[in-house]
């Protein structure tokens, strides 16, 4: 309120939420009841029942959707939070680990285990980790359903398993590592989202390309080849076989499993900015192929439901669009 949003006003961003679709008592109805993306069949019999343009309806209906979504100026509040956040622990997590002997060699995760001191610079590392994490997966339920929500939502519970399983173990030493080699990439995706917002085309393609590169070297370079190493075989080796050995390394596993289709999403994005000059809209994309800000455009030159003189530049009724939204 303080910090975010006069920020995002400084750079253009509009306090205003989307354009509001003209009140109808029969389509409110079907958006409600029926569907919200009605088929090409539905359309024709509510033109001819409410003697509108097919072009008109489909229009409203779109508008209706993105009534329901929050503005630009919220998705960029929440961005700057969340980069604050990730670059404020990343940098505490790097200070600590810095001067923390098993960041040089990770073999000291295991040296007298499980009688290893917690200080208070771990404890106050995974509260706060803890924290975060606790709130998002609170916060995914209230927030606009995407297409990985389910992935999320698994991430999420395997996060919070991690943190709070190697804490009551006191498996800390191994779970700052890993706590801090997510979080090194988290920070990059947030500020390209906060470039993309501020409709900062250049420094948005830059740093998601930065980003990429850093998410995957970190998630399937060092997480698989430092990390999991050490998870699976000098601990077997310095302290053989536990009973929670096999939990605690299948949380990691399935982390690894969320890294390699997430990279395989980032990567094709990151290729494609490469390849047109700049990114593409996502795949997990909770925006309509035309945008809030370009919808009340139009409406503020004519009506929803008028044609345009160069149809090649609009596809399915929409205003041609190539960007991306969220990450």
Same mark, same amino acid.
């Given at each position: 309120?303080?910090?975010?949003?006069?920020?995002?006003?400084?750079?253009?961003?509009?306090?205003?939420?989307?354009?509001?679709?003209?009140?109808?008592?029969?389509?409110?109805?079907?958006?409600?009841?029926?569907?919200?993306?009605?088929?090409?069949?539905?359309?024709?019999?509510?033109? +001819?029942?409410? =003697?509108?343009?097919?072009?008109?309806?489909?229009?409203?209906?779109?508008?209706?959707?993105?009534?329901?979504?929050?503005?630009?100026?919220?998705?960029?509040?929440?961005? #700057?939070?969340?980069?604050?956040?990730?670059?404020?622990?990343?940098?505490? /997590?790097?200070?600590?680990?810095?001067?923390?002997? $098993?960041?040089?060699?990770?073999?000291?995760?295991?040296?007298?285990?499980?009688?290893?001191?917690?200080?208070?610079?771990?404890?106050?590392?995974?509260? #706060?980790?803890?924290?975060?994490?606790?709130?998002? #997966?609170?916060?995914?339920?209230?927030?606009?359903k995407r297409k990985d929500f389910l992935i999320m939502f698994l991430h999420h519970l395997a996060t919070i398993g991690l943190i709070t399983f190697s804490y009551i173990n006191n498996m800390v030493r191994v779970g700052t590592l890993v706590m801090c080699l997510h979080d090194v990439s988290d920070f990059l995706?947030?500020?390209? +989202?906060?470039?993309?917002?501020? +409709?900062?085309?250049?420094?948005?393609?830059?740093?998601?390309?930065?980003?990429?590169?850093?998410?995957?070297?970190?998630?399937? /370079?060092?997480?698989?080849? $430092?990390?999991?190493?050490?998870?699976?075989?000098?601990?077997?080796? #310095?302290? /053989?076989?536990?009973?929670?050995? $096999?939990?605690?390394? *299948?949380?990691?596993?399935?982390?690894?499993?969320?890294?390699?289709?997430? &990279?395989?999403?980032?990567?094709?994005?990151?290729?494609?900015?490469?390849?047109?000059?700049?990114?593409?809209? =996502? =795949?997990?994309?909770?925006?309509?192929?035309? &945008?809030?800000?370009?919808?009340?455009?139009?409406?503020?030159? /004519?009506?929803? *439901?008028?044609?345009?003189?160069? *149809?090649?530049?609009?596809?399915? *009724?929409?205003?041609?669009?190539?960007?991306?939204?969220?990450?």
């Amino acid at each position: 309120r303080f910090i975010a949003k006069p920020c995002a006003l400084h750079v253009g961003i509009q306090d205003s939420g989307p354009y509001q679709a003209q009140p109808n008592a029969i389509l409110e109805k079907v958006f409600i009841s029926i569907t919200k993306y009605p088929d090409e069949k539905r359309l024709e019999g509510l033109s +001819k029942q409410l =003697d509108w343009d097919v072009r008109k309806i489909q229009c409203w209906f779109r508008h209706r959707r993105n009534q329901d979504k929050p503005p630009t100026l919220t998705k960029f509040c929440e961005s #700057m939070w969340r980069f604050t956040f990730y670059l404020c622990i990343f940098c505490y /997590g790097i200070r600590f680990l810095w001067s923390s002997p $098993w960041f040089w060699d990770i073999r000291q995760c295991w040296h007298s285990y499980p009688y290893q001191p917690l200080t208070s610079g771990l404890y106050y590392y995974y509260i #706060m980790e803890l924290a975060f994490y606790w709130s998002l #997966m609170f916060s995914q339920f209230i927030d606009i359903k995407r297409k990985d929500f389910l992935i999320m939502f698994l991430h999420h519970l395997a996060t919070i398993g991690l943190i709070t399983f190697s804490y009551i173990n006191n498996m800390v030493r191994v779970g700052t590592l890993v706590m801090c080699l997510h979080d090194v990439s988290d920070f990059l995706l947030e500020a390209a +989202k906060l470039a993309n917002y501020a +409709k900062y085309q250049r420094l948005c393609d830059t740093l998601f390309v930065i980003f990429s590169a850093v998410f995957v070297v970190t998630r399937l /370079g060092i997480y698989p080849f $430092w990390i999991l190493n050490t998870t699976f075989f000098e601990s077997w080796e #310095m302290i /053989g076989p536990y009973p929670s050995w $096999w939990f605690f390394n *299948g949380l990691l596993l399935i982390l690894q499993f969320l890294h390699v289709i997430w &990279s395989y999403l980032i990567v094709r994005i990151a290729f494609k900015a490469l390849i047109r000059g700049k990114v593409s809209k =996502d =795949d997990r994309s909770d925006v309509e192929s035309s &945008s809030e800000e370009e919808e009340a455009t139009a409406n503020t030159k /004519g009506p929803c *439901g008028s044609s345009s003189s160069n *149809g090649a530049n609009r596809v399915n *009724g929409h205003m041609g669009s190539s960007y991306w939204a969220e990450e």
